[in-house]
Every structure is written in structure tokens, then in C-alpha cells.
């Protein structure tokens, strides 16, 4: 796109910097911004467990909402359909006193989960099972199950069923963990996809499969793994009370320590769920009580640090306690000295713990000897894996989007709109729109020129603001995209048109654009967090905007009316400031995406709507679409026309911008 240069007027004013929130330091760079803000998110979020739970009746009020929550963040609700698990039986292997059973199950149509299978070679009745389920232990095609053969060899020699599930990224059949840690794939977030959603249905289905076993008690099943399998116990054991014990190795901390210490840099997105309802993160476990639950660790494991786990400890024993005069009789936390590793002592524990609470055996117990097997032998597919599996595309079906029926009759289209906005309010952005105790507003004096302001502690954006000419008492908020950001002398044309009028321009650089913004490199600290924190960069820049139309567009003495506007995707953030600002006059949009897919990126929006029913949301306030995809708006153009409004909605098509004049980007 041509770019026009600013005319004089434009360049004296962009010369003058007026500081509005603070009068003699200098401001904190973006990256210290950001960092504070982090920490004191996951600090505070933390601090509301328990929040309002005095005694046992409190929380088992709050358990079942909590539990519903919880499964809709893990992409599990409504629950999916228990489909046929094809259970099969490749081979088996036979020792002195335990057999191998290589096997594998569909927890849905074609997701096929790999397995070995350790049980005595002579069984008398049913047997208490132990689901293990595996860290990651890169062991190619032999599955990572392999790496830990040893927990159930020794469950088998020890009077146990064990069954020792591939995890998804690193099994016979890999598919893959590191979405948004390694592959920028950021519309997980948008879809509200994890894959500790996939691990966590696996081990349900694990346990439906168990259960179904003529040498299994069904009432007598515990679950343990370590590292990613610590997190996934957690996961199983918090959504499934057939688990009736659960030991955890090295298998979470808390959100001061996942986000405020930057300990999210050394996990994939195995190990979160999508934090919609910004819980802390502690309730995941809590959700186990007032089951037995040992949580082990070692003491100088570097993913896992123990300020987290003593903080852990604490907040558990505080709800055992409403439950048992004795809390250690069902919770008790293990610590060994040494770094991230499967050590025999955490083992030994984690034996011990299980053969109390399933067989009343509370004695030392002994690992001794055990076998190594080959990992080829133990492959449940030597040969040709299957041609159906869906475990490599996974994140593409796992979870069911259900957008709001589209709206076909002009009457449904209120009932649509309401129940949109129900979601996005509760499912996306919760609390983007309330500016309860924020900064007090910035008056628009004349001629204020450029600002920082602060729109929450300790975030700042700038402001760039030209009042209107021939008492013109409109205004135009544009949102910065990262071209004008970086090089606000130099107007795009949809700019200068927008102003032809001499309506007001007030300008605002969201946070992490332009000159505010800062390092974000694999594997995406920033990015990652916000979404442990029940955010995303973009819902947090749709914040910014939020609170500069409220707190500084309308203290401007001169205009009373305004409209928004914006590039690309802050095009899209203004389109969405709209939405949740009923008094913006209009919205004007240049080169909009096409989808949430590829951003915004907001979390779970994709369950409710896409970019052009969004906009069609709008309806009756006037809306310009300048795009090269005309065609892509027909749902938009269509709500339009429902609410008979049609003359108020405009597409106007551009050419194809190339890529040294598309709108710059965040």
C-alpha cells in the first residue's frame, strides 16, 4: 500500500513527548513491563484459593463447579462420547512370574493410544491396578513407555495389573505436545485446545478399558507417572473419581512459580490447561481431595522447584484439614534430594503409598532386581503403523468448537447476539471490559500531542492525539498496528481519508507493538504465560483499548462522538472494543483477517464466533470493510441484512496488497 507523508502540522506536534503518569523517572523498558505484570497476576491469582471456603460444606458447594470448569478448560465438555475402544492384543511376553501384554485402544474413532500391559503370570481373582502413565522419555518408535518398564514390572511382580500408556507426543504413534512451545501454533488458543486434554481422555479411557479386565477390581485403581506423567495423574485423578489413589512425581507447581519465576520456559503445553476461569492453579489437585494423594518430588528439581511444592503442601493440608483431624493419614508430600529424575527412593514412596491404600500394607517395600526388556520387543506396532490413526491431526478434531447457531430468521437474530455475548464474556475475555479501580482517565487537553499512559499496573501505551478542525465534533480511535507504530510520521491513505473531514485522530500503540514492544523468543514466555493467567497478548492489548476510550477519548473537551478503526488485526481489536462499548458511533476496517485462527488470538473465542460473524455483531452501527476478500464477509453482510440494516454495512474491495505495503503486524 502507498504510504503518505504526514503533513508539518503532524511532524511538530510528534515532537513534543508529555509524559502524563509520572513527572521524573524514566519509563520502565517494555520487557520489565511486562514481567511485573506477569508475576503480579500469578502472585494474586494464587492467593484466591480457597477463597471464600470456610469449612467442608463451603467446598463441597463450590467442588462440582469447579469440576465442571475444569473439564470445559481441558477440552473435555460437554463430555465426550464413550465410543467404542477396539481394544487388541498385538502379543504378549512371558517371564518366570509376570507376562507383557502389548495392546492398543481407540479412546476415540482412529486415536489410537499404545500400551503395555504388567500383570502376574498366576492371578487368583481381581488384582488392585495401577494406570501408569509416562514422562517424556524419548524412545523413537519403541513408545516412552518403554523408558519406564520398571514401575510395572514391579507392580506385577508385587501382585498389581499395571497398565503403562505412550503419551501423544513421544508414543509408537507421535503426535505432538509443543503447539504453541516450539510450532506458533496459537490458534490452540482460540479453539481452547491442550494437549494435557488428549492425556487426560486417554487415561479415562485407560481406566474404562481396565475396567472391563476380568483380573481387575474396578474399585481398587491408583494412578502415578512422573514428569509429564506426574502432570497427567494430576489431570486423570482430578477429573475421574474412579482413581482412587493418586502419587504424582514431579508433576506441578504453582502459577507463582509457572508464570512469576518463569518456570513455563521448561514445560511444553502438556502440562497446562487452557486457565479460562483463571483459577489457581492449585485447584487442579485440590480437586483429588479428600482422596489419598501423595505428592512427591526431588528437592533440587529445577521445572519443579520447591518453593512451589511447600506452597502446594500448604494450601492442600488446609483442605484435608476440613475433612480429617489426621490429614497425613490421606495426604502427605515426599521430597529426596537431587534434580529432575526417576529416582528409586521417589519409587520406593510411590510403592508404598499405593500398597497402603489398595492393600492395607503399609511395610517397607524393596525394589530388588528387575529385568531390563528391549524396547523393540515391547512395540505394540512392530511393523507398519496404522494407516487411520488421527493422532498426528489430533489437535485439529479433539475439541468440538459448537459456534452459537447462526441465525437465519431476522427474529433469532437478538436470541444469537445475546447468547454470543454470554460466551464471549464468559468463555474469552471475562473481566476485559470492567475498569474497576483502574488509573484515574487523562484529560485531552488541546493540544495534547503524545503520552504514555498506564492502563493497568504496570502496562503502559502510547497515545498520539490530533484534535479536530472546524468544530468538528467527531473522533476517530485508531488502533496501531505494528507499520504505524513504528513509523507514525508516515500515514497509510485509509488513515488520511478517515481524516479528510478534519475529524479528530486520537492514536493508541497497544502494549507489545512498536516501541513498546519486547522480547518474546521461543519458547514464548510471554505468550505462554498470559494464557496460564487466562489471557492471551490480544485480550490484554483489547484491554488497553478499552481503557483509552474510556478513560481518555471521552474526557476530550471537543469531540463527543466517536468512531474506531484499525489494520489488520487491530482492526479487529477496535471491532471488538465496539462490541463491548455500545456508544461507538461506527467501525472502519482495512485488510481485516479472515479468522481467529490466525489472529486475534483470544482464548475459546472459536467456540462462540469467527471474524465474520463477530463484526456482524455490530449490527445496526455502520461498519467499512476495505478488504481483498470480499467473499469472506458474507455471514457479516448477511446479519446486516436480517436486521434490515444493510445500507449500513460496506464492503469495499481492494486490490491484493503485496507484501512491502500489507499493514504491519503485531
Known sequence: MRMTMIFPVWLSLLSIAVAVDRQDSPPPTPDAQIAAYLKRLAIEMDARFLQGVKTREDWEKLRPILKRQYLEMLGLWPVPEKTPLHATVTGTLEFDDFVVEKLHFQSRPHLYVTANLYRPKKVQGRLPAVLYLCGHSNRGRDGNKTAYQHHGIWFAKHGYVCLMLDSLQLGEIAGIHHGTYRYNRWWWQSVGYTPAGVECWNAIRAIDYLQTRPDVDPERIAVTGRSGGGAATFWVAAADERVRVAVPVSGMSDLEDYVGNRVVNGHCDCMFLVNTYRWPWTYIAALVVPRPLLFLNSGRDRIFPMDGNERIRQRLERLYRLYTDRPAESFDVGTVPGPHRDQLTLRLMAYRW????????????????????????????????????????????????????????????????????????????????????????????????????????????????????????????????????????????????????????????????????????????????????????????????????????????????????????????????????????????????????????????????????????????PLTIATSHPEAFGDTVAIYQLVGQENRVRIVKIRQPSTSDSPGGS
Not at 437474530?413 to 484515574?440: G, I, K, M, N, S
Not at 478542525?469 to 498496528?481: E, F, S, Y
Open 354 to 621: 499405593i500398597n497402603k491404600h489398595l492393600k492395607g500394607d503399609n511395610s517397607p517395600v524393596r525394589e530388588g532386581e528387575l529385568p531390563q526388556i528391549p524396547g523393540k520387543e515391547l512395540r505394540v506396532f512392530p511393523d507398519e503403523l496404522p494407516g487411520d490413526a488421527i493422532n498426528v491431526r489430533v489437535d485439529e478434531v479433539f475439541v468440538t468448537a459448537r459456534p452459537v447457531p447462526f441465525p437465519r430468521k431476522p427474529e433469532e437474530v437478538a436470541t444469537w447476539r445475546t447468547e454470543c455475548l454470554h460466551r464471549l464474556r464468559r468463555l474469552t475475555f471475562r473481566d476485559a471490559w470492567q475498569l474497576d479501580d483502574r488509573p484515574a482517565p487523562v484529560v485531552l487537553t488541546e493540544p495534547l500531542v503524545r503520552a504514555r499512559v498506564t492502563t493497568e499496573s504496570p502496562i503502559e501505551v502510547e497515545i498520539t492525539y490530533v484534535p479536530p478542525k472546524r468544530n468538528n465534533r467527531h473522533g476517530w480511535l485508531v488502533v496501531a498496528d505494528g507499520e504505524l507504530a513504528n513509523a507514525p510520521q508516515n500515514r497509510p491513505e485509509w488513515l488520511r481519508e478517515l481524516e479528510a473531514d478534519g475529524s479528530a485522530v486520537l492514536v493508541v500503540t497497544p502494549r507489545g507493538i512498536g516501541p513498546l514492544a519486547w522480547q518474546d523468543p521461543p519458547p514464548y514466555y510471554v505468550r505462554r504465560s498470559l494464557a496460564l493467567l487466562g489471557r492471551t497478548v490480544d485480550s490484554t492489548r483489547l484491554f488497553d483499548v478499552i481503557c483509552v476510550l474510556d478513560r481518555v477519548a471521552k474526557s476530550s473537551p471537543s469531540v463527543s462522538r466517536w468512531s474506531l478503526a484499525g489494520a489488520g488485526e487491530s482492526g479487529v481489536l477496535a471491532a471488538y472494543t465496539a462490541l463491548f462499548r455500545p456508544e461507538v458511533e461506527g467501525v472502519y476496517l482495512y485488510e481485516p483477517p479472515l479468522s481467529h485462527r490466525t489472529g486475534p488470538i483470544f482464548l475459546n473465542v472459536l467456540r462462540t464466533v469467527d471474524i465474520p460473524q463477530a463484526l456482524g455483531l455490530l449490527a445496526p452501527r
